[in-house]
């Protein structure tokens, strides 16, 4: 297992792991943009596929996770706490103090996963997702 930082030729390999576990995740698109972007940090971890990936936007002195997803079959194994840390670890270095990130409601796992290191509800945004679903707004110093 190792995590290594993605780069735009790596573009296929994310939207494999979307389409099959967060359909409503990037399209390649928004992944070229984002890309792009100096301030796009996009995290994978791997076993012999690309199995997890973080995605975080920052600004000079905060960082907005914007999407952990980790392949169905190796869920519930730590890989997405992994994730997290190395990207904590890496905001760290860059002098980042604060990391924000959304969570549906009801996703209990994740939200039990946020709250356990460190993260602290700030907010919801009602109906933010296309179901409707409300969205809690965590954030954590770092």
Known sequence: MRIDRLFSKHIDDILALYKDNFPDGWNKNMLESAFQQERFIALGIYEQNLIGIITCSTTEFDADVEGIVVDKEHRRKGYALLL??????????NKIEKIFLEVRKNNLPAKNLYLKNGYKEISVRKKYYNDGEDALILAKEL
């Open 84 to 93: 997290l840390n190395a990207l904590e670890e890496r905001l760290i270095k």
